[in-house]
């Protein structure tokens, strides 16, 4: 789940309990070149006010025209399919692209206790599945699994949510100030451990949260899971190895430390004398990133989310950089 859908969420419980009436659309199905994927969303307040998205804009559009000329009553059936696109006429005044067809649940919210329980679930890094009954409209709330996908059988729409990708940055130099600036615009929370005060003088708070104490604490603390990416990058093996056996025994579904391929053996290596398993020291990505020819730290920053991201959203990456660029550049 990334930020535009909880914010949804939290302005659709917002608005409940302030007494506004909301409808909650939903993507559940798409037919040829779609804008937005089953399960994107957008909460439309009963005076015309939106937040999220479902299309390039123009749905949108049209979805506050029949708030605004009465076609949408604000009181009616709990739920009911809008289908936008059936025609490549219908497609290009919507601006969806090919003959691109979506079809949305419109969900008139009532009692939004699920959507206060759903955000508790996910700031507690549960992954939750979201059953709405099309008929009745009752909600149901069940743990899920993260290879669980969106499901919709014509009666009951079974959407899964939960928490943001986060990404633990040992060490706060330059290159992760870099590192943390290209997380946060691909939607990550940002968390930073580094215990020399040193390095942490001039970082804003919006870049990324401090999380105290040595690095293999800050690992522990956070409990990993598999939305958590752990990369290493102060050079300093004191440091570096302590987060290391933590996170490599732990959920975490990236954990990488910054080195060339010289020092990445002798990190191996040492890792194994500390008593990590040979299974989990096989979860270590070093060097880290994909081969793009980086030697600046904004390239190599690139580099690094570019492999986090291509694992986060299931693609086998190629690793790494052939043996005549094998070191990295130290920062």
């Not at 949408?72 to 009181?75: F, G, P, R, S």
């Not at 009752?138 to 709330?141: F, P």
């Given at each position: 789940m990334d930020s535009v859908d909880l914010n949804v969420l939290r302005s659709v419980l917002e608005w409940r309990r302030a007494g506004r009436a909301v409808v909650l659309y939903s993507v559940v199905q798409t037919w040829g070149s779609a804008?937005?994927?089953p399960g994107a969303m957008l909460a439309l307040r009963d005076d015309g006010v939106?937040?999220?998205s479902v299309s390039g804009g123009c749905i949108e559009d049209d979805l506050i025209a029949r708030l605004a000329d009465g076609r949408?009553?604000?009181?009616g059936p709990p739920v009911q399919l809008v289908t936008y696109g059936v025609t490549l006429e219908e497609a290009a005044r919507f601006g969806l692209p090919c003959g691109g067809t979506l079809r949305l649940a419109e969900e008139r919210v009532g009692d939004p206790a699920w959507v206060a329980e759903l955000l508790e679930r996910c700031q507690a890094h549960q992954i939750v599945a979201r059953e709405l009954n099309l008929a009745t409209g009752?909600?149901?709330?069940e743990p899920a699994r993260k290879s669980d996908e969106l499901a919709f059988d014509g009666a009951i729409l079974r959407a899964i949510y939960g928490p943001r990708w986060r990404l633990l940055l040992i060490g706060a130099g330059q290159l992760s100030r870099y590192v943390a600036q290209m997380a946060r615009l691909l939607d990550f929370e940002v968390l930073v451990c580094d215990p020399r005060r040193e390095f942490v003088h001039g970082w804003d708070a919006e870049d990324g949260r401090f999380v105290a104490g040595m690095p293999d604490d800050a690992v522990s603390s956070i409990e990993p899971d598999e939305r958590t990416a752990v990369v290493a990058l102060t050079h300093d093996p004191r440091l570096d190895d302590m987060a290391l056996?933590?996170?490599l025994d732990s959920r975490a579904f990236y954990v990488g430390a910054l080195g060339s391929r010289v020092n990445?053996?002798?990190r191996r290596d040492n890792l194994a004398l500390l008593g990590l398993s040979a299974q989990a020291i096989g979860r270590l990505h070093g060097p880290v990133g994909l081969h793009i020819g980086s030697h600046t730290p904004a390239e190599i920053a690139l580099s690094l989310m570019a492999e986090i991201v291509a694992l986060k959203n299931g693609v086998e990456t190629v690793q790494k950089k052939p043996a005549s660029h094998a070191?990295?550049?130290a920062v």
């Open positions: 804008p937005r994927p939106v937040i999220g949408l009553a604000m009181q009752a909600v149901r709330l056996l933590t996170a990445s053996r002798k070191s990295q550049v």
